[in-house]
């Protein structure tokens, strides 16, 4: 029997049981699995239905039987930041051609070898602008679904979803007390339950463990006298992202019955039960790892400062030799030490980028603020940059107010963040293209902005640009580190301001950040 063949057979057979009255909307869901499996050659797959809240109604699992628990947390990460997830909040197809090297693939220690290698699809059960759910299936297989395999997948999950997806729903399996129990109790993590009030209604024994109290003095206390609250979301704005049924995340300090003190990163997330609905708080310890951060911020801060004593020395060198060699010397000799010199101060301020990322995460004080002209550091900056362009054979153009106000700054600081914006737009503009510098007020404060006449920046990556090493990459993409866009965001931040970019494929790309007027430092200084 050909492929074509068999796919066709499986369909009628799906329909078929669709058509028979004994057949329940589980036992077609898991039968078309089982079909699904036998047409493809897949081993593992999965339907999660969902209510029309979003939160999850059945999940119907097609796989091997062994390693029980590998598989159910693997599934759980798909549904919650994985590939089902992605499906669900997207309404899209997705297909990962390689488990083990996508991001959209949770890396679990205790995952079963037989679901990290090979390929999966996730489909949307969606129907007349409803969201049923989602089909999943892992192939052992790299790149095993081609466009004939995911056309027939496509054609069996919307004669699921039109048939039996509201049936699905409505019918969700009642909840099983008795294995609920052993998960919650089994659970490798302290969770704590509360109502909606934030007092504590149940605990599992490894927070009791954790904590260090008896189960009973434990209920009923208030969650505020388990963990640090100045930032979680119970009394919190975020309050309202747990009533949506979204998971709430934060750092916070867990105090314990003996008084000590554990740092944790707590996850709250609202649970829906048919009576009173509550909250499940998991509290993480992260001792171990605050002390390697802690230990490599030591040693990198280490290596930094070592680096700028030989650079600062290689610098003057260079800058030395000039002035000790004949003025009518080869120029070959003089466009070299032009060449050492500018990369000495790129070094140099790559240098320095890192010690102040470093500085400004650990929160500690702008070193010099002081009232600032606006048009006088802007004018610097371009005064700094305007060799670059010259030499990139680009233009640059000015659209500056002529009425910006002073503004109370690190000028050292703004000034490398105008400059790195600066660079990182010759980067990316095309030899011909024109850069454009602007400032105006902005309230009380100012607004300045760097465009280019680059590729543009594709809308996925315009909210993670600014973290550390991340880079916009595509063919013959600029070579970079990730850092300076890193710095520019630490930096505003540090002054009260905001930093964001404007962008479309395409069109070029305008970064833009606001400064305010003045305010109060860490170290007390003030305009």
């Avoid at 934030?198 to 009791?208: E, L, S």
């Avoid at 880079?471 to 013959?476: M, N």
Wanted: net charge negative.
């Amino acid at each position: 029997m050909t492929d074509a063949h068999q796919r066709l057979e499986a369909f009628y057979k799906i329909t078929r049981l669709l058509s028979k009255q004994e057949s329940t909307p589980q036992m077609v869901v898991q039968n078309a699995l089982a079909l699904i499996a036998e047409v493809t050659g897949a081993r593992n797959g999965c339907v999660v239905t969902y209510h029309r809240d979003g939160r999850v109604a059945n999940q119907f699992v097609l796989g091997e039987q062994g390693d029980l628990d590998g598989r159910v947390r693997l599934w759980g990460e798909l549904i919650q930041r994985g590939l089902i997830g992605f499906v669900h909040h997207g309404r899209r197809p997705i297909i990962i051609r390689d488990i083990q090297n996508d991001p959209r693939w949770p890396r679990l220690s205790d995952t079963p070898e037989y679901l990290r290698l090979g390929s999966a699809i996730g489909l949307p059960m969606e129907r007349a602008g409803v969201m049923y759910g989602v089909l999943a299936v892992i192939h052992p297989r790299l790149d095993a679904f081609d466009v004939e395999t995911v056309s027939w997948l496509e054609a069996v999950v919307e004669l699921i979803a039109t048939t039996v997806g509201d049936t699905i729903i409505l019918n969700a399996a009642p909840r099983d007390e008795h294995r609920y129990r052993w998960m919650f109790e089994d659970a490798v993590v302290p969770i704590l339950i509360t109502n909606m009030d934030g007092y504590i209604i149940d605990v599992n024994r490894k927070a009791c463990e954790f904590l260090r109290y008896k189960r009973p003095e434990l209920l009923q206390l208030p969650i505020s006298a388990i963990h640090r609250m100045g930032t979680g979301p119970i009394g919190a704005n975020r309050f309202s992202s747990l009533q949506e049924g979204n998971e709430v995340v934060f750092r916070s300090t867990a105090w314990t019955a003996d008084g000590a003190d554990i740092p944790v990163v707590v996850r709250a997330r609202r649970l829906f039960f048919d009576d009173n609905d509550g909250i499940a708080w998991v509290e993480q310890d992260i001792s171990t790892e605050m002390e390697l951060e802690q230990l490599r911020q030591d040693l990198t801060s280490m290596v930094y400062h070592d680096l700028r004593g030989p650079l600062h020395t290689i610098y003057s060198s260079l800058t030395t030799l000039p002035r000790l060699l004949p003025k009518d010397g080869p120029k070959p000799l003089a466009d070299l030490l032009d060449v050492g010199i500018r990369s000495t101060k790129q070094l140099t301020r790559l240098v320095e980028s890192l010690l102040d990322i470093q500085r400004l995460e650990s929160g500690k004080a702008i070193l010099d603020p002081k009232p600032t002209s606006m048009h006088s550091l802007l004018a610097e900056a371009a005064q700094l940059v305007q060799p670059l362009i010259s030499e990139s054979d680009q233009r640059l153009a000015f659209d500056l107010a002529p009425d910006l106000p002073f503004v109370t700054c690190d000028a050292d600081m703004i000034l490398r963040v105008v400059t790195n914006l600066m660079e990182n737009a010759v980067k990316y503009t095309p030899m011909g293209g024109t850069i454009t510098l602007s400032a105006a007020q902005d309230g009380p404060g100012v607004r300045i902005s760097v465009s280019d006449s680059g590729p543009g920046i594709p809308k996925h990556l315009q909210k993670t640009i600014f973290d550390k090493f991340s880079r916009v990459k595509y063919k013959d993409a600029p070579k970079g580190v990730g850092l300076g866009l890193a710095f520019c965001r630490l930096a505003v931040e540090a002054h009260g301001g905001q930093i964001w970019v404007e962008s479309e494929p395409g069109q070029g790309s305008s970064f833009l950040f606001t400064l305010p007027p003045s305010r109060t430092f860490a170290n007390g200084s003030s305009d």
